[in-house]
């Protein structure tokens, strides 16, 4: 079945960096766009960036475009998020998700806050 695992949260001040990392397994990860979400207290749960599986085109939601970038490692089967200039706006955790099919696949989240 499919699986995604997230690691690399974790507390950081204001202005540092993380790094995000979701292992797939369970499908052909190639094939498919993957995603980052993240849900803040008492908010919704947004996309903050998403790569597609062909040429690696990426989008990024307006608050964290230049700030953060997504790549993905097609022989590894992960994706990851690099973080910098980090905001007490960015505290949230983070979930890795990929739409298999008509199925949307969601990982257990990893924690980021940013904080002095």
């Known amino acids: 079945q499919v699986q995604l695992v997230e690691s690399g949260g974790g507390l950081v001040q204001p202005g540092g960096s993380l790094t995000l990392s979701c292992a797939a397994s369970g499908f052909t990860f190639s094939n498919y766009a993957m995603s980052w979400y993240r849900q803040a207290p008492g908010k919704e749960r947004e996309l903050v960036a998403r790569i597609w599986s062909t040429n690696s085109i990426t989008h990024y939601a307006a608050s964290v475009k230049g700030r953060f970038t997504i790549s993905r490692d097609n022989a590894k089967n992960t994706v990851d998020l690099q973080m910098n200039s980090l905001k007490p706006d960015d505290t949230a955790v983070y979930y890795c998700?990929?739409?298999?099919?008509?199925?949307?696949?969601w990982g257990q989240g990893t924690q980021v806050t940013v904080s002095s």
């Open positions: 998700y990929a739409l298999i099919g008509s199925i949307a696949s």
